[in-house]
């Protein structure tokens, strides 16, 4: 499941009180260690906040979907090639660029920048 980026899989969200699952963006791109077994995703949402990205309906290039969605660049993991069960779908480059680009808002690569 080598350079997935942009696909988007639902996955168990961590940090949940009950089992749950959410859909995750994979941003890796096939160059991370481990890239054979897992991947580096954000989570998307169906809330709207302040510093989401909002997901147009035509930055969907394959699946979808049916409610408004959000990606949350702040909520960021690793995820087990094993534990996505269901493929929805997959963005466009431009938006998975722009949602790494707020991800290094949160995480600059280097410190001060």
Known sequence: MTDRRGEVWWGPAPHKSSPSYRPWLVVSDGSTPFDDEEAIVLALTTRAHDAGIAVPHDSWVRGGSQRDAYVSPWYVTTMKHRD??????????????????ELHEYV?????Q
């Open 108 to 112: 600059p690569r280097v410190a001060g």
């Open 84 to 101: 996505f069960d269901d493929l929805q779908g997959e963005l466009d480059g431009d938006l998975v660029t722009e949602a790494v680009r």
